[in-house]
């Protein structure tokens, strides 16, 4: 029988992956096959794909300590922000991404939330949706999932909020990256509507 291991991540304890290669993030390869399940469920049936975006963002912010990128840290925050806070669509979340570019020393550096007992995971969204075949329990799970993982980070991760806030603003308002626009009339779209937000 195979050791079980915890994810350093989110916590959830699987039996150690049939692969020899490491983690992209603060996560056990076995985590990370879980999710690579259910992101191939959403590429299969693409009325699920405008989850897409929220399940990289979500696994990403659940995952955001010891190795994981900074840039993918803060994207995925960038991104729990805009779609949960603001409404922004998949694809108006991933035409911010797009030109976020890299790190400045104007990015926060986070101490991210702990592991906890009761937050869902990767794998609750699994045992909804793809491994019953069910589009409408992956989307409540999947949706019910970013949700707690974006609610604690704002309970425990002090100012997260306005710390992507100030970033975004860093990158777009201060930077002159909302130059060059015109042209790219989706993502211009979206960028338009950030800085909106960001100047109110
Ligand atoms: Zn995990």
Same mark, same amino acid.
């Given at each position: 029988?195979?050791?079980?291991?915890?994810?350093?991540?989110?916590?959830?304890?699987?039996?150690?992956?049939?692969?020899?290669?490491?983690?992209?993030?603060?996560?056990?390869?076995?985590?990370?096959?879980?999710?690579?399940?259910?992101?191939?469920y959403?590429?299969q049936?693409?009325?699920?794909?405008?989850?897409?975006?929220?399940?990289?963002?979500?696994?990403?912010?659940?995952?955001?300590?010891?190795?994981?990128?900074?840039?993918?840290v803060?994207?995925?925050?960038?991104?729990?922000?805009?779609?949960?806070?603001?409404?922004?669509?998949?694809?108006?979340?991933?035409?911010?991404?797009?030109?976020?570019?890299?790190?400045?020393?104007?990015?926060?550096?986070?101490?991210?939330? $702990?592991?906890? @007992?009761?937050?869902? =995971? #990767?794998?609750?969204?699994?045992? +909804?949706? &793809?491994?019953?075949?069910? /589009?409408g329990?992956?989307?409540r $799970?999947?949706? @019910?999932?970013?949700? =707690? #993982?974006?609610n604690?980070?704002? +309970?425990? &991760?002090?100012?997260?909020? /306005?710390?992507?806030?100030?970033?975004?603003?860093?990158?777009?308002?201060? =930077?002159?990256?909302?130059?060059?626009?015109?042209?790219?009339?989706?993502?211009?779209?979206?960028?338009?509507?950030?800085?909106?937000?960001?100047?109110?």
């Open positions: 029988m195979r050791s079980r291991t915890a994810c350093p991540g989110c916590g959830i304890v699987l039996p150690e992956a049939a692969t020899s290669e490491r983690a992209r993030l603060h996560a056990s390869p076995a985590c990370e096959a879980v999710l690579d399940e259910i992101l191939g959403e590429f049936h693409p009325v699920m794909l405008r989850y897409n975006q929220l399940t990289i963002d979500t696994y990403g912010a659940q995952h955001a300590g010891g190795s994981a990128p900074q840039v993918r803060c994207s995925s925050l960038a991104g729990l922000w805009l779609a949960l806070e603001h409404g922004f669509s998949a694809e108006d979340v991933r035409a911010v991404h797009r030109r976020m570019g890299d790190p400045t020393p104007a990015w926060p550096l986070f101490d991210p939330p $702990a592991p906890r @007992q009761r937050w869902l =995971t #990767v794998l609750d969204v699994a045992e +909804a949706g &793809v491994r019953q075949h069910s /589009d329990g992956h989307a $799970a999947a949706g @019910q999932w970013a949700e =707690t #993982v974006w604690a980070w704002l +309970a425990e &991760v002090p100012e997260v909020d /306005d710390r992507i806030e100030a970033m975004l603003r860093s990158i777009f308002l201060e =930077t002159g990256h909302n130059e060059g626009l015109h042209g790219t009339i989706g993502s211009a779209s979206a960028i338009h509507r950030l800085l909106g937000l960001l100047e109110a």
